[in-house]
Nanobody
Framework: QVQLVESGGGSVQAGGSLSLSCAASGRAFLSSHVMGWFRQAPGKEREFVGL????????SYADSVKGRFTISRDNAKHMVYLHMDRLKPEDTAVYYCAGGRYIATTPNEYGYWGQGTQVTVSS
């Protein structure tokens, strides 16, 4: 059974930084999957933030966060990280990590989801 658990959310002022972590379990999943980060603000659809492959170092980001957010992973620890710099009030949302088989930017391509962690950016 694959499980994803996010941590590290919180409140920060605009211009600040936060780092989120996602702990993944499940050996079979880790050997061949992509990890994505998504976010969902109140009243809005869940949107793609970025992704990383477990093998190799390739990443992809939404235009809205490119240059401010960085995704990394630690295969040995089964961890994926989302480091967010120069945060803006519009980054306020619940952030989710997700696991999928293929590189994709739509939520329905990901079969495994964490419970989410709140990020609040005040102006």
């Amino acid at each position: 059974q694959v499980q994803l658990v996010e941590s590290g959310g919180g409140s920060v002022q605009a211009g600040g930084s936060l780092s989120l972590s996602c702990a993944a379990s499940g050996r079979a999943f880790l050997s061949s999957h992509v990890m994505g980060w998504f976010r969902q603000a109140p009243g809005k659809e869940r949107e793609f933030v970025g992704l990383i492959r477990w093998s190799g170092a390739s990443t992809s980001y939404a235009d809205s966060v490119k240059g401010r957010f960085t995704i990394s992973r630690d295969n040995a620890k089964h961890m994926v990280y989302l480091h967010m710099d120069r945060l803006k009030p519009e980054d306020t949302a619940v952030y989710y990590c997700a696991g999928g088989r293929y590189i994709a930017t739509t939520p329905n391509e990901y079969g495994y989801w964490g419970q989410g962690t709140q990020v609040t950016v005040s102006s």
